[in-house]
């Protein structure tokens, strides 16, 4: 089966896991339900940690990672690290996490559901930046850090002087970081679209590795500069005013394929295919602004109509 825009994930993992794992999900979306739990004899699941903020819309942060991990079959965990008041059109409230409950809510996941790669998203601030790189600092772990800066709809998401910590504190822990073409600019200073000489001066400042993102621009690429190499992605660019969320879908499917350990070039690939997908299916016209991408398709997803208990007699019967 060859992957596809449509089928960007499950195309390319044939493991047995994955296989029974998209048997449930067309089950679940032809509406049978089976009764008997599928738990016992199967592998438990790869899981990825997203460090980022929420967004009350729905559309990007969190709430879109751990959409993007469940599309690549991984299951994901959270570390929330600020809130927005969100939707389409602009960020109307910020709240930062306290530093001691950004611990706590690491201690908690590393201590009983150690990550398999993590990323990190929107963090806003020093204070958040600082304790982050502090947890993970020394950790062996596969880390994507999205430079999170600008929302489509215009607002910061970076306080300007935080972002000197970014570069100091987190690219030199990050295996790849995945700006966009304008944050790749405003970190470098340099005004050039040349992806590769960009990404070459982002590993001069302390990346390891760099995947310019191709949603902006002339050139539909993404770009990646990792281990001395360079590797140009052709992406397509869909006419769709649903793009938001798009970034964040990108790095936590990048995080998740590293997740199930795929090299960096053969996950940028598939990050690159998820992310597309989820553009495709874009919700355009949910809200005012730009629509939020929508990396699951939920409009082709129903719940299921039979009975956990198998009689589907009972089926949609409320007492
Ligand atoms: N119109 C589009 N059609 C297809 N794929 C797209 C489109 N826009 C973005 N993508 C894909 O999504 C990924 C992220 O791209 P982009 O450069 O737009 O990130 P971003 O600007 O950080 O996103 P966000 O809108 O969340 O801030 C890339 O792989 C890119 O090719
Ligand atoms: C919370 C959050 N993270 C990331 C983005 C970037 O799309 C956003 N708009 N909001």
New binding site residues.
């Given amino acids: 089966m060859q992957p596809t825009s449509d089928n960007p994930v499950n195309a390319r993992f044939t493991d047995t896991a994955n296989d029974a794992a998209s048997d449930t999900a067309s089950d679940a979306a032809n509406g049978a339900v089976d009764s008997a739990p599928d738990s016992p004899g199967r592998p438990a699941p790869i899981r990825a940690l997203t460090i ?4 009350s819309g729905g ?4 709430q ?1 990672d751990l959409k993007a991990f469940a599309r690549c079959g991984v299951h994901g965990m959270s570390a929330i690290v ?1 809130l ?1 008041a ?1 939707n389409t059109v602009g ?1 109307n409230a910020v709240h930062e996490c306290p530093p001691d409950f950004i611990l706590a809510q690491l201690d908690a996941i590393f201590d009983d559901l150690p990550p398999a790669a993590i990323k990190t ?2 963090l806003f601030s020093e204070q958040i930046i600082t304790t982050v790189a502090q947890a993970l600092a020394g950790r062996d772990v596969p880390l994507v850090v ?1 430079p ?1 800066m ?4 215009g ?1 910061q ?1 970076l306080r300007e002087d935080a972002v000197g910590a970014l570069v100091e504190l987190l690219f030199p822990l990050a295996t790849v970081i995945t700006p966009n073409l304008m944050e790749a600019q405003a970190l470098t200073g340099l005004g050039s679209e040349d992806r590769a000489e960009i990404a070459e001066a982002l590993v001069a400042m302390g990346a390891r590795g760099v995947l310019v993102t191709g949603g902006h621009g002339q050139q539909h690429i993404d770009h990646l500069y990792a281990d001395g190499q360079h590797l140009d992605i052709p992406v397509p660019r869909y006419p769709v005013a649903a793009t ?5 879908t990108h790095s936590a499917a990048l995080a998740a394929c590293l997740a199930r350990g795929l090299p960096v070039a053969q996950a940028a690939r598939q990050a690159a295919l998820v992310a597309a997908s989820a553009v495709k299916h874009g919700l355009v016209g949910l809200g005012a602004g730009d629509g939020p991408v929508d990396v699951l398709d939920v409009r082709s997803m129903r719940p299921p109509t039979s009975s956990p208990a198998g009689n589907p007699a009972q089926a949609g019967q409320l007492r």
């Fill in positions: 980022a903020s929420s967004d559309g990007a942060g969190i879109a600020a927005t969100q960020v998203g929107m999205d999170v600008i929302a489509s709809s607002a998401l938001h969320g798009a970034g964040c």
